[in-house]
Structures are given as structure tokens and as C-alpha cells.
T-cell receptor, first 116, second 114 residues
Framework: AQKITQTQPGMFVQEKEAVTLDCTYDTSDQSYGLFWYKQPSSGEMIFLIY??????QNATEGRYSLNFQKARKSANLVISASQLGDSAMYFC?????????????FGQGTTLQVKP | DGGITQSPKYLFRKEGQNVTLSCEQN?????MYWYRQDPGQGLRLIYYSQIVNDFQKGDIAEGYSVSREKKESFPLTVTSAQKNPTAFYLCASSIYEGGGNEQFFGPGTRLTVL
């Protein structure tokens, strides 16, 4: 059965420093997608970055990059140059298969606090 | 502006009452989803629908019901059979092809059972 594990319930980072949020996954499918979402205290879910299982390059979106290690089944999110507005809960998620209309499985989340 | 709307933002219900949460999207997305989030926890899938007039149970469907009569709408009914309905409910949608890979989320409804 597919599963997402985020082992860091909470993290602190100094403003302007980089931080890595861990995510490991378990699936027997060869084709899958990995996602990271940000949830501020308002509750909205903000899509950050996507990595397909067949993508050879690690995904990047501005200050966000995904460190994809397929053999280790890990998909860590790296946030560079942290800002105070990055304080939020971050969720890793996985979708099996190639369809964009498949269901997502979410991890438990990591709460990130950026210190000034 | 295209997006997903959920109403109401806050909802209070007495025990034993059914309540319906609204979710509407004008993104022309094919699939819609309902998730439940408990405090400090991740999202769990309740129901999802990949096409009009069809839907599938997620991991925690007991005590909930849905309908998908129109592409734009996917209402969720929380029935009195749901033992602990107090939670944050999020609706999402995604497009089959021609767009990005992600699910888009609405702003959520906080349901409290009194």
C-alpha cells in the first residue's frame, strides 16, 4: 500500500538560511508523482512543486527544489533563503499512476518556523 | 477569476443533524475531491469523483455522502452516522489533461459539532 512518511513534526530555521524537509514514500508502482504543498495558518493549501517518477532532473520552482532520490524513495523539499512568510505547515503527497485525476495520499506534515 | 469556492467558511451543527458542505469550481476541471483534516494532522481522502455522475470512496468515507450531478459542483453531506465530524474540510479539483499536474484546493470549511 502506498504511504508517505514525514518524520519531522517541527523544524526551526533562521531567516535567509536554507532548510530541508524530509519525505519518504512507499509504493509498488513504477509510475507516480510527488507533490509538496504549503499550508499557512489560514488553512489554504498552496501547491509548491511536483516531481514525476520518470523525471530525470530534480524539480525546481524559484526558491523551492525537490531532492528526488528514487532508489531511496525520498523526495525532500529544499527551501533556500528562508523568509518569515515561509512559516507554515508543509505536506508531502504522492499520486500513483499517470492520471492527473488520481487520488493523493498525504504525509502528516512538518511545521516550519522561520526565526528573524 | 477561476477557482474553487467552499461555503460556508465556518459551520456549527448539533449532534444528530445532517449538514451539507458546498464546493463549486469554475476551472472546468474533471475531477473533484473531499479531504478531512484534524488538528496537526495530514489530509485524509473522504470521496473523489473523476467524472460527472460517478464517485469513489476514499479512506474514510463512512458517515459521509456525496453527489456529482454537475461538473462544477461536488457537495459533501456529513451525516449523523459520522461519529466525530468536527474537523476542517477541504475540497480540491484537478484537470485530466491540458493543465498542470497538481490538485487545486478551496479555502476550506471548519465544521464544529456542538
Amino acid at each position: 500500500a502506498q504511504k508517505i512518511t514525514q518524520t519531522q513534526p517541527g523544524m526551526f530555521v533562521q531567516e535567509k538560511e536554507a532548510v530541508t524537509l524530509d519525505c519518504t514514500y512507499d509504493t509498488s508502482d513504477q509510475s507516480y508523482g510527488l507533490f509538496w504543498y504549503k499550508q499557512p495558518s489560514s488553512g489554504e493549501m498552496i501547491f509548491l512543486i511536483y516531481q514525476g517518477s520518470y523525471d530525470e532532473q530534480n524539480a525546481t520552482e524559484g526558491r523551492y527544489s525537490l531532492n528526488f532520490q528514487k532508489a531511496r524513495k525520498s523526495a525532500n523539499l529544499v527551501i533556500s533563503a528562508s523568509q518569515l512568510g515561509d512559516s507554515a505547515m508543509y505536506f508531502c503527497a504522492m499520486r500513483e499512476g499517470t492520471s492527473n485525476t488520481g487520488k493523493l495520499i498525504f504525509g502528516q506534515g512538518t511545521t516550519l518556523q522561520v526565526k528573524p | 477569476d477561476g477557482g474553487i469556492t467552499q461555503s460556508p467558511k465556518y459551520l456549527f451543527r448539533k449532534e444528530g443533524q445532517n449538514v451539507t458542505l458546498s464546493c463549486e469550481q469554475n476551472l472546468n476541471h474533471d475531477a473533484m475531491y473531499w479531504y478531512r483534516q484534524d488538528p496537526g494532522q495530514g489530509l485524509r481522502l473522504i470521496y473523489y469523483s473523476q467524472i460527472v455522475n460517478d464517485f469513489q470512496k476514499g479512506d474514510i468515507a463512512e458517515g459521509y455522502s456525496v453527489s456529482r450531478e454537475k461538473k462544477e459542483s461536488f457537495p459533501l453531506t456529513v451525516t449523523s452516522a459520522q461519529k466525530n465530524p468536527t474537523a476542517f474540510y477541504l475540497c480540491a479539483s484537478s484537470i485530466y489533461e491540458g493543465g498542470g499536474n497538481e490538485q487545486f484546493f478551496g479555502p476550506g470549511t471548519r465544521l464544529t459539532v456542538l
